[in-house]
């Protein structure tokens, strides 16, 4: 399995603009998290879906922040418009039912807002 | 509130040296405890949970942890640290939120190994 994939591993944008990240969970695994890592905050949950549908988006910052999952392979966390506070590491992370303690990490987004 | 502390922010262990890192949560109910590893510009990986049952865990590379319920700690050990060892160490205690089963995170130990 290639695990948790993740696009792109990079982002450079100025402020303003859209961004989109990407996420592809582990096969058959249902449960998927968005987090965000900064110096200042550490490890944060933005949001969590279960079976495609999200269950707590409590941990989204302000609702320039949104995120999709349209099928069990493919989500999305958009950030419209992006600003400097913005910057920082985004991971995705998917777990199997009845196990999702057991998270497996994408290598990360890490995105730069100018 | 539940909440995960790691003490130190920072570690310098030389290679064959012996570590530990702490990690104390607080948490009202029995904890599921979990550490993961992440490497330089990777995702977090996980090394060993404890759930219940015996109190000393082994982990993957080597690590185990041992579950102090009257300390609240879960702390990390490896008897002889590796150079490839060097990594960022997030305690997390996991918890049941709004019907689902949660993460919180510790901030972190970053662990330097001197040659």
């Known amino acids: 399995d290639a695990g948790v994939i993740q696009s792109p591993r990079h982002e450079v944008t100025e402020m303003g603009q859209e961004v989109t990240l990407r996420c592809k969970p582990i096969?058959?695994?249902?449960?998927l998290f968005w987090y965000r890592q900064t110096m200042m905050r550490g490890l944060e949950l933005l949001i969590y879906?279960?079976?495609?549908?999200?269950?707590?988006d409590s941990g989204m910052p302000e609702d320039r922040f949104s995120a999709k999952m349209p099928n069990a392979s493919f989500s999305t966390l958009k950030i419209q418009p992006s600003e400097p506070r913005d910057s920082a590491v985004y991971f995705c992370?998917?777990?199997?039912?009845?196990?999702?303690?057991?998270?497996?990490f994408g290598p990360g987004t890490r995105l730069t807002v100018t | 509130a539940q909440s995960v502390t790691q003490p130190d922010i920072h570690i310098t262990v030389s290679e064959g040296a012996s570590l530990e890192l702490r990690c104390n949560y607080s948490y009202g109910a029995t904890p599921y405890l979990f550490w993961y590893v992440q490497s330089p510009g990777q995702g977090l990986q996980l090394l060993l949970k404890y759930f219940s049952g015996d109190t000393l865990v082994q982990g993957i590379k080597g690590f185990e942890a041992e579950f102090k319920r009257s300390q609240s700690s879960f702390n990390l050990r490896k008897p002889s640290v590796h150079w490839s060892d060097a990594a960022e160490y997030f305690c997390?205690?996991?918890?049941?939120?709004?019907?689902?089963?949660?993460?919180?995170f510790g901030a972190g130990t970053r662990l330097a190994v001197h040659p």
């Open positions: 997390a205690v996991g918890l049941i939120s709004g019907g689902y089963n949660k993460l919180i």
């Open positions: 879906f279960n079976n495609n549908v999200p269950i707590d």
């Open positions: 096969s058959g695994h249902n449960s």
């Open positions: 992370a998917s777990s199997a039912s009845g196990n999702s303690y057991e998270q497996y």
